[in-house]
């Protein structure tokens, strides 16, 4: 079957730096995307991995092994804003969006 | 209207009653998408549609219809409403099937009594 974990939820630092891990396996891979979703609202695209490396956007940044099925999201100079959910989602064979339950970030100042 | 909406905002429904969820948008986007959020799942596909005039299933769509008679509509009904049902959808949109981003409305927090 397909499958995507994430950690259910995680508390940082204002400030400081966190990373939120995900693995997969899903039948076939069209690329890895990460959302933020706020509570009580729709979820928003952060980034999306389709090769293997870093990408890089701001203060948020994604990583992808192909191989080994995992990604991570990297969120530096973390801010109280940044308190939400970030869901872990891949692209099947079939171009449909598998999605992670996500993972509740928390923050402290 | 910018981007994609939903209505109604949420709603109490009883059990065994028909409900239509409305989703619009406005970006001309050729594929579009309805989801529902549980409690401790990942967002779930129900239905989705490539291109005006055709509509797919997704991984759950039993109890659950779709049309898709224009780019910009895409209604989802609830023939007669399960407690089960009880859930926030969300309807999405993109450019086309397999594109990068997904575009979300604001949701329909349901309630099936």
């Known amino acids: 079957g397909q499958n995507i974990d994430q950690p259910t939820e995680m508390t940082a630092t204002e400030g400081a730096i966190v990373q939120i891990n995900c693995t997969y396996q899903?039948?076939?891979?069209?690329?890895l995307f990460w959302y933020q979703q706020h509570a009580g609202e729709a979820p928003t695209f952060l980034s999306y991995?389709?090769l293997d490396g870093l990408e890089e956007k701001g203060r948020f940044s994604s990583f992808l092994s192909r191989s080994k099925g995992y990604s991570y999201l990297l969120l530096k100079e973390l801010q109280m804003k940044d308190s939400a959910s970030y869901l872990c989602a891949v692209m099947d064979s079939n171009y449909q969006l598998i999605w992670g339950a996500g993972t509740k970030l928390i923050i402290k100042p | 209207i910018a981007g994609i909406t939903q209505a109604p905002t949420s709603q109490i429904l009883a059990a065994g009653r028909r409900m239509t969820l409305r989703c619009t948008q406005d970006m001309r986007h050729n594929a579009m998408y309805w989801y529902r959020q549980d409690l401790g799942l990942g967002l779930r596909l129900i239905h989705y549609s490539n291109t005006a005039g055709t509509t797919g299933k997704g991984e759950v769509p039993d109890g659950y219809s779709v049309s898709r008679a224009n780019t910009d509509d895409f209604p989802l009904t609830l023939a007669s409403a399960v407690p089960s049902q009880t859930s926030v959808y969300f309807c999405a949109s993109s450019e086309a099937s397999g594109s990068n981003e997904q575009f979300f409305g604001p949701g329909t927090r349901l309630t099936v009594l």
């Open positions: 899903t039948s076939g891979f069209n690329g």
């Open positions: 991995n389709v």
